[in-house]
C-alpha cells in the first residue's frame, strides 16, 4: 500500500525527516509518498499558522492522494486532519491523535512532552477535543532552544529529564509531540523507564491497520461523504474534489 | 468605534444580512463595517469548508481590521475566531461563543438549536471545546429545508416548536445557531417562554463591552502577539501582517 | 440606565469603594446607587456568613431595585446572585460571575487570584457550580494580611507574583476575586502580562449588555418568574415583593 | 444522643411528619428533637425561598443544637448544610446529600425522583455540587400537584410508574426528593424492584454513623471552626454563636 | 448482628489485626467474623495479585456470609466488592469506598494517602471509578518501607506530613488507603487538624447503617439478584452459592 | 507472529469462533493460538462471573504465552487485561477497548451496541474507566434472546435497527460489543450506514501493531514488570509465573 504523509508545515527539509521516519515505520510492502504544505509558515508555532496550515494541510491531501491507501498528517497540531478525514474516501491519520491512542492502548495514564510554553496550551486543548484528558498523567513543555531541533541528539540529556519528570507524576508512558525528536527517541528509548511514543511512527502503523480493517466510508453521520459542490478561490487539489472532479 | 463582521461565508447576500442584524443590535456610536470570505463555500457545510473558511476569515480579518475597535467572526461554528484572536491586536469575538456566553450570565442550562444533522456534531464538539458542555441542557438539530433558509419567517413555527422541546429539556435559555434566524427569532421572542440567543447580536454587544474594558494585548500565554515572520503563499492580508508590515 | 450595586458585607467603606470602582467602569449615562447589606457581617469570611449575606442580598435587591434596569451583586462569592436573578424582573450579575465569563470571551484559561486559604475552597467550588472548572488554569490563593486590604497599593508586588506564577501555569487570564484590589489592579496592569479582570468592572459592562438586549424575563426553565406567595419574618424588601405588593 | 432535625420550611405540620420519619429511623436511645425554619416560605418553592431557607435553618441550628450530638437538615435542597457544617461543633447532613451517598454505598447509578419541573433544574445542580453526577443514571421531575402532598398514599401509582421509568435508565437505587413521600415509600418498597431512599431516614442513620466515629471538628481546611466575630442584625442563635456566647 | 469481614490478602496476620481494628469500631451488638483470603497473594501489590484477590474475596465471601447480616472487603483497592454486592443477598461494603463517601459526608474535599508510586495509580483509578475524582482535592504516596508496616507507630512523623501536605492542597479530610496504619491513625488523630479517615472503621459503621435501613436486595439494575447457573472449577463456596444450593 | 487469544469463558464453542474470527483478521504470517478460560462460566453474564473469569484469563495467559508476541483477552468485558498487561511481557488487548480505540481513530462518537439490560451498566462502567465515555454518542443494549446468539444470522435485522437508532443519536461509528456477532456484522457492514466494529477483529490488528511498534516492557509506572514473589493456591500458569520460574 501507498501512505500519503503530509507535512503541514512548508520546509522540506522537515517533510524528508518525517518521510525517514515514516519510512523506517512502515512495514514491507508499504510506500510512503511524502509532500510538504503547499503554502503557509516554515515550521508553524502560532495558532494562525496552524490554521493556515489547516487549509494547506486539506489542499496537499486532495491534490496527492489519488492512488494512495491512506494519509498520514504530520504536524504536531493534527492541523487540517478532521477535515480530511471528512473529505477524503480513505482513511486519515493524525500523528498526535495517533500517538495519544497508542498510549491509551498501552494502559494507564499518559505524559505528554512537549516544546515550548506555547505550545503547552494548545496541546491541553487538543488532549480534550478528543475527549482523553482523564487519560493525561500530567504534561511538560520543554524549554527547546532553536539549537535542540538542529541537532536533537544533543537535546537527549533534557529529554530524558522531562520523561523522568513525568514518571514522576504517574505517566505510563509518554507521547513525544511533533517529529523533531523522533530518531533521538528511539536512541533514547533503552535508558527511559516507560515507552517514548513518536506520532509518525505511531500514525503509520495506525494507518495501515485501518486500511487492513477495511471499512468502508461511512454515508452518515459527521464524518460521512459530501456531495459535491463548488468552493471559490482555494488550490487545484481542492477544487478539483469538491467540484467532484476525481 | 468601528466593528468589523466578518462572514465566513463568501455569499454577499449573507454579509449584508449579517450586516442588517449588527447594525440592530450596536450601539449608538458603533458602525459596523462587514465583509465577506474572501474565498471559499458559498454557505459554509461541512469541515473541509469550515477549515477553508477558518483561513478565509484570517485573511479577510487580517486585510480589513485596520481602524477597527474590534472583529466579530460571523459564522455557526466561529471557525478562524481563536486564531484571529492570537493574531490581531484587537478583541476577536465568534458569534456562537459570544451566545453561549450571554447564556451563562442569564443563568441555569442553555438549548442549543440547530440545523441539520451534521451540524449537530460540530455543534457538540464545539460547546465542548468552550468547556461548556455541562451548562448545556439539550441540543436539537431542526431540519431546516433550504425554503426555511430563504423564508425564515415561514419557518417560524419550527423554531417554536423546537424551543419548546428544548424548554421541556431543562433549558433555561435558548441559543439559535448561526445567523439566517436572527430576524425571525426577534419576532418570535415574545412567543418564546426563554430568552432566544442570536450569536450576532450577542456578539456585538460583547465586542463593544470588550472594547470598552479596555484590557491590552497580552503579552504572554497562547494569545500573546506573535513575533512576525514570513508565511509562503497566502494573501495580502495575512502577508502584510505576519511579515510585520501593518 | 441605573444600576443597582449590592455589596454583600454591612461595611459602608466598602460600599463606597464598590460605587466608585463601578462608576469608574460605567458608560456615560449609566447611573450607579449602592446600597450595603442590610444586616450580616462586616466583611463575610466564612460560609455561614456567606450564608446570611445571601439572604442579606435579596432583601437589599428586593427594597432597592424599582426604578434600576439591572443588578450588580457585589461580593466574591456571587451570594445571593443567582436567586436574586429568579426574583427580580431585571438582569442581575454577580461579579465572579462576570469576570469569569469575561475571561473565557478573551480565550484560553484563566488564573484565578483569591485571597486566604480558605477562600481557595470556594473559589474552587463556586467556578464549579458555574461549570466553567476545565477553564481554570490555576488558582492561587495569597496571603493577604489585613494591610494588604487597608494599603491595596502597599500589597502591589505580592499581587504581581501571584500573576506571574499563575501564568507559568498557563494563565490567559487573571481574575482577581474581589473587590479590595480593583484599584491597584488597574494601575498594575500595565506590569501584568496578561489581563487583569476585576469582578465590578466587568459585572458593571456586563449588566448594562443585558440591558441593552432587552430580553424577556423567563416564563419557564429554573428562573422564570414566580407567583407571589407570602413568606414569614422577612425584611420589609421581601415580604413585599413576594407578597406581589411591587 | 440527641438529633436535631431542622425543617427548612416554617410549616410546623411538615415538622412533626419530619420528626415521625426520623424517630421511626433513629436506634434505640436516639432522641429526635425537631423544629421548624423560623423564617421564611410556608413550603420552599423558589431559589429565593431557599436562599432565605439557608438562613433560618443556620438560625434554628445555631439557636437549638446545643446538647445535640447532630443536625440532620430537612429540605430537598440541603438549604443551609455546608454552612452549619462549617458552623457548628458537631456533625451536620443533609437529607439529599445522606441519601445520596447512601445510593451510592449500595452500588452503581442512582435514579432521582422529584416534583415539578422547577425542582429537576435545582437537583441537577445540587447533585453536580457534590460532584456525584456521574453516578445519576437518571433524572425525572414528577407533576405532583397539591393533592398528591396531601394524601401520598393516594400518590402511590405515579411514584411506581416514575421509579419503573428510572430502572429502565439504568438506575440502580431511587431516591426520592424530600420528605413528603416518606412514608409511602416505605410501603411501596416490596413493590419496587430497586431499594427505595428516603432522604430523612438516611439521613438519621448516617448522623449517628458520624457521631460513633467521634471523628473531631476541623483544625483547617474549609470547615475550621472559625473565630467568633460579631454580625448585624442576625436572630438570637447566630448572634450569640457567631459571638463566641455559646 | 453479624459482620464478615473478608481480607483480600491470605496474611492471617493482617486478617486479626482487620478483626481487631473492626471489633473497636463495632457497635455494642455487632459480631466480627473474620477470613483470610483463601488464595492469593501474602500482601497483594500487583494488578495481577488484586485480580486473583477479587476471586478470591468472592469464594470467601461465598462460603462464610451465611448467618451474617453484611460484609466489609477489607483491601485497599475494594477488590471483589462489587461483584459480591451483586452475588450476595445482604449488603457489601468495601473500606476505601466506605472512607471515600465518608469523607464525602463530612463535607468539601477529600485527601487521598497512600504507600508506594505504584498504588498511586490504582488508587485515582479506584476514586475514578467510584465516580469521586471531583472530590479529590489531592492524593499522596508515601514511600512506606516494609518497616513502616511492621511498626506503624514509628512511621508516625512521616504520617503526619503527608497529612499536612495534603491539608496545604485543600484536603478538609484524609482517607488513609488500607488499614496497616488503622491504629496509628487514631492515635494521632488530636495532632491531625482534619478528620483521618480508617477504611475498615467507616466501612463497618456503613455495614451497621445499611443493615438497620433493611433494604431489599433489587430484583432488577445491575445489582440484581442474578439466577444461579453453574460454573466449573471453582471454590466450594461460590460452587454453591452459584448452583443455588444456599 | 503468534497471537495468543483467551476467550474469557470456558465454552469451548466460543472459543473456535473466536479463533476464526481472529484468524480471518490477522495479517498473512500471524499464527492464532486460542484457549478457553481453564475455569469459570460458560459463558459470563454476571459481575460474580466477571470476576472468576478475570482470574481464569489471567491464569490462562500465565500458561500459554510463551512463545507469543502478544495476548488477545476475548471477552466483552475486557476481564483480566489490565492485570495481564501488567504481568507479561509482551503487549496484552482487550477486545473491548480495542474497538473503542479504533472506534476513536476513525473520528467523532461512537456508538456501542451491547446486549442485554445488565450489560448497559457494565459497558458504561468500561468506557468510563477508559476515560472515553465524552467520546461515546449513545449506548443500546438489545434484547437478544439466546436464539440470537445461536443464530446470529437471524438477528440481522435487529442489530440493523439498533445501529440506525445509534446513528440517529449521534454515532459515528457503532462498536458492537462481544464476539458472537462478529461474522453477522461482517455481512451487514454494506447496509450499515456506518463501520460497524467487532473487537476480535479490532484486538488482533492492534495486537500486530503493538508488537511491530516493538516497545519495551514498562520499567516504571503502574503496569512495569514487578518483581516475583510466591502466591497460595493458584493455577499451574500463575503459580509458575509468579514464582519466577518462567
Not at 523506517?24 to 515550521?43: K, L, M, N
Not at 494502559?107 to 516544546?115: A, D, E, P, R
Not at 503547552?120 to 535542540?148: F, I, K, N, T
Amino acid at each position: 500500500m501507498k501512505l500519503l504523509v503530509v507535512n503541514g508545515n512548508t520546509t522540506d527539509a522537515i517533510t524528508a525527516r518525517l518521510a525517514a521516519t515514516a519510512r523506517g515505520a512502515a512495514s514491507p510492502g508499504t510506500e510512503i509518498v511524502a509532500v510538504s504544505a503547499p503554502f503557509g509558515a516554515a515550521v508553524v508555532g502560532t495558532r494562525a499558522e496552524e490554521t493556515i496550515a489547516a487549509h494547506a494541510v486539506l489542499e496537499a491531501a486532495a491534490r496527492h492522494h489519488a492512488g494512495c491507501a491512506a494519509v498520514v498528517v504530520a504536524i504536531s497540531t493534527d492541523a487540517g486532519a478532521a477535515a480530511a478525514r471528512e473529505l477524503l474516501p480513505i482513511p486519515v491519520v493524525g500523528i498526535t491523535e495517533a500517538a495519544l491512542l497508542t498510549a491509551c492502548a498501552l494502559g494507564g495514564g499518559f505524559g505528554f512532552l512537549t516544546f515550548g510554553a506555547r505550545a503547552a496550551a494548545w496541546s491541553r486543548e487538543l488532549v480534550g477535543r478528543y475527549g482523553l484528558s482523564a487519560r493525561m498523567a500530567a504534561l511538560e513543555a520543554l524549554d527547546a532552544p532553536p539549537a535542540a531541533f538542529a541537532d536533537p541528539d544533543g537535546f537527549a540529556e533534557p529529554l530524558l529529564a522531562g520523561v523522568a519528570r513525568l514518571v514522576a507524576h504517574g505517566a505510563d508512558t509518554v507521547v513525544v509531540a511533533g517529529a523533531a525528536f523522533a530518531g533521538v527517541c528511539k536512541s533514547l528509548q533503552p535508558r527511559a523507564p516507560v515507552p517514548l511514543l513518536d506520532g509518525v511512527t505511531c500514525a503509520v502503523g495506525q494507518a495501515e491497520l485501518l486500511v487492513r480493517l477495511g471499512l468502508p466510508k461511512p454515508r452518515a453521520g459527521s464524518y460521512a461523504a459530501v456531495p459535491a459542490r463548488p468552493v471559490a478561490g482555494v488550490g487545484a487539489g481542492l477544487g478539483a474534489l469538491l467540484k467532484g472532479d476525481t
